[in-house]
């Protein structure tokens, strides 16, 4: 298996004291427009032959732990790779859940910024907790096409493999299944414990995941 690093929705968004730095330069370069035409923020899967996926309203919540649901069961499948991984098997420490395909505009604009954000949060100087990155590949119709995407840019950790996005509706309770790309932060008992609903860059990532591991609670 590739390196994996060093170890519900509609909530009122709660931005949190650890996220201050990261969310001045991160919110400003969230990108708006999605990876085609649609309605942002219906829940449920829109089909490929009718309608598009969409970008996020670049909402960037940190769920008190008061607050979190049930963990996050059945993300359980074949990596790009050909190799069995169940996200279950992480618990015990964070896991930053990225949803992304190589078809999606803003999924390559993150791509770099994700890199770096890992790279961060797995070494040394992280953030405490062990952290692995997990990608759930969606409507690539080829191995090939997604595996060239992660060459492109450097990404070490693995990928399910969910051409037809059977993995990602059961995300659906917790982020609306058009919006791509999207990331979730499960806490050490894999529960959702935040959800940034739109592209990505470090320095927002990296300060959403220290907030989670200080205790995610706005204080």
């Not at 791509?111 to 949060?121: G, H, I, K, N, T």
């Not at 739109?198 to 907030?211: H, P, R, Y």
């Given at each position: 298996?590739?390196?994996?690093?060093?170890?519900?929705?509609?909530?009122?968004?709660?931005?949190?004291?650890?996220?201050?730095?990261?969310?001045?330069?991160?919110?400003?370069?969230?990108?708006?427009?999605?990876c085609s035409s649609g309605e942002a923020?219906?829940?449920?899967?829109?089909?490929?032959?009718?309608?598009?996926?969409?970008?996020?309203?670049?909402?960037?919540?940190?769920?008190?732990?008061?607050?979190?649901?049930?963990?996050?069961?059945g993300l359980v499948g074949s990596t790009?790779?050909?190799?069995?991984?169940?996200?279950?098997?992480?618990?015990?420490?964070?896991?930053?859940?990225?949803?992304?395909?190589?078809?999606?505009?803003?999924?390559?604009?993150?791509?770099?910024?994700?890199?770096?954000?890992?790279?961060?949060?797995?070494?040394?100087?992280?953030?405490?907790?062990?952290?692995?990155f997990v990608g759930l590949n969606i409507?690539?119709?080829?191995?090939?096409?997604?595996?060239?995407?992660?060459?492109?840019?450097?990404?070490?950790?693995?990928?399910?493999?969910?051409?037809?996005?059977?993995?990602?509706?059961?995300?659906?309770?917790?982020?609306?299944?058009?919006?791509?790309?999207?990331?979730?932060?499960?806490?050490?008992?894999?529960?959702?414990?935040?959800?940034?609903?739109?592209?990505?860059?470090?320095?927002?990532?990296?300060?959403?995941?220290?907030?989670?591991?200080?205790?995610?609670?706005?204080?």
């Amino acid at each position: 298996m590739r390196r994996t690093g060093a170890g519900a929705a509609g909530r009122t968004a709660r931005p949190a004291a650890g996220l201050a730095a990261g969310l001045a330069a991160g919110l400003a370069a969230l990108l708006l427009a999605g990876c085609s035409s649609g309605e942002a923020g219906v829940p449920g899967l829109r089909e490929a032959a009718g309608e598009a996926f969409v970008s996020g309203d670049s909402t960037v919540q940190v769920l008190p732990v008061a607050e979190r649901g049930e963990p996050v069961e059945g993300l359980v499948g074949s990596t790009l790779e050909g190799e069995e991984l169940d996200v279950a098997d992480l618990r015990g420490g964070l896991v930053v859940l990225n949803v992304w395909g190589s078809w999606c505009g803003p999924c390559h604009g993150e791509a770099p910024d994700l890199v770096a954000a890992e790279q961060r949060l797995t070494g040394p100087d992280g953030p405490g907790a062990d952290v692995a990155f997990v990608g759930l590949n969606i409507r690539d119709r080829s191995v090939e096409a997604a595996a060239g995407f992660e060459e492109e840019y450097g990404i070490g950790w693995p990928s399910l493999y969910d051409p037809d996005s059977a993995l990602l509706l059961r995300l659906a309770g917790e982020i609306p299944t058009n919006v791509v790309p999207a990331t979730l932060v499960l806490d050490q008992e894999g529960r959702v414990a935040a959800r940034l609903l739109s592209q990505v860059n470090e320095a927002t990532l990296v300060g959403v995941v220290e907030d989670v591991v200080a205790g995610g609670d706005g204080a």
